[in-house]
Structures are given as C-alpha cells and as structure tokens.
C-alpha cells in the first residue's frame, strides 16, 4: 500500500543554519506529493506541492522536489529563522478517486537564535 | 473566506464516555475529511464525505466512531464508548469537488481519555 516515511527528529538548528527533511515515499501510479506544515497552536497549512515527476514546489523560501527515480520529496531551506520552528509533515495523495492522503509521522523543527 | 472550524479545541473524558467531536468545513466544500494524529505517530486518514454521503470510510479503526454529515454541512465524529487508545488529536479538512490533495484542514481536536 501507499505509504511516507519521514526523517525521525526532533531537528534542531541555528538561525541561517541550512535545513533538509528527508522523505520518501512507496505509491502504486503517480501519486501528489505535499509538505504541510503545523505551527504552535495552529491547524494543518499547506507548504508546497508537486503533482508530477521533477515538478519542484516552493514557498516562503521552502523548496522540495519530486524524484521518481529515488521516490523522494525531500524538503531544504538554505536559511531558517525563528519563525521556521514547527512540526512539518510530508504527505501524499495517490490520486486514484478518493485523494485521502498518506502521512508521514511528522518533524519537529526548532530553531534557536 | 472562515476557514475550517473544529471544536471542541480540547476534551478530556473518562474512559467509557461518549464525546462528540464538530467540524465545520469552508462553506461550499463538497468533500470533508477526518484524520486522527495518535501521539508520535503518522496522521492517518479515518473517512471522506463528498457531500452528505460517505465516500470512503476505510480508516475508521471500529464501529465504536460514527461520522455523520447531515445535509452536507458541518461533520460531527462520535467516539462510543472511549477507550485510552483512542486520545490523539482528530483534524477535518475541507475541499471543493474535484481538487486533488490541496486541502484545508482545521486546527484539530485534541482528545484525551483517562
């Protein structure tokens, strides 16, 4: 079945340090891949997203892309601040009807100054 | 455009109890979602309505939780009787018809049974 495994954490670094979350993922098709993010407090946001192969998502300085190759959907951030510490999530969606998505167990990045 | 509202933001019940978990989805979004986060663990997908019918109840983990979305509005998730394993924080998402993954999720409800 589908399934995400993630990078285990909890990751800690310094502020401008450089980030990359690992994820890879096992799918049947061609699958969506997603990286979601959960601030202190706060819901489930969407990050970025890539819907095919070599597709690269970015957002608030975030980048991920999708390798089939090595089914990977690592996340990178060249220079984290503060505000960066969250618990990111690496997700995807097999696109087969339903679109539930498949989780990965979830990273807890802090960021100290 | 309110998000997706999920209340109660905290509950916390006695094992054999009854708790009943609301989520109000963005006005208009065909398709509802519910996701359960057991501490540490991966969030897992529980079931998916597409309007008021469930299309995909695959996760639900037993016949002690019913979901129920009456006139394909809000969303309510009934745990009956709560057991230990079941604390855990529940999210609901929301999406229009026909989008694929993008979804917006509530702030989740965290439950705990003691």
């Known amino acids: 079945g589908d399934s995400v495994t993630q990078m285990e954490g909890p990751v800690t670094l310094s502020e401008e340090a450089f980030l990359t979350i690992n994820c890879t993922y096992t799918?049947?098709?061609?699958?969506?891949l997603f990286w979601y993010v959960q601030y202190p407090g706060e819901g489930l946001q969407l990050l970025l997203k890539a819907t095919k192969a070599d597709d690269k998502g970015s957002n608030k300085g975030f980048e991920a892309t999708y390798r089939k190759e090595t089914t990977s959907f690592h996340l990178e951030k060249g220079s984290v601040q503060v505000s960066d510490s969250a618990v990111y999530f690496c997700a995807l969606s097999d696109n087969a009807g339903a679109n539930n998505l498949f989780f990965g167990t979830g990273t807890r990045l802090t960021v100290i100054p | 455009e309110a998000g997706v509202t999920q209340f109660p933001s905290h509950s916390v019940i006695e094992k054999g109890q009854t708790v009943t978990l609301r989520c109000d989805p963005i006005s208009g979004h065909d398709n509802l979602y519910w996701y359960r986060r057991v501490m540490g663990k991966e969030i897992k997908f529980l079931l998916h309505f597409v309007k008021e019918s469930k299309q995909d109840e695959s996760g639900m983990p037993n016949n002690r939780f019913l979901a129920e979305r009456t006139g394909g509005t809000y969303s309510t998730l009934k745990v009956q009787p709560a057991e230990l394993e079941d604390s855990g924080v529940y999210f609901c998402?929301?999406?229009?018809?026909?989008?694929?993954?993008?979804?917006?999720f509530g702030s989740g409800t965290r439950l705990t049974v003691v």
């Open positions: 799918a049947t098709g061609y699958p969506s």
């Open positions: 998402a929301s999406s229009p018809a026909g989008t694929g993954g993008g979804y917006t």
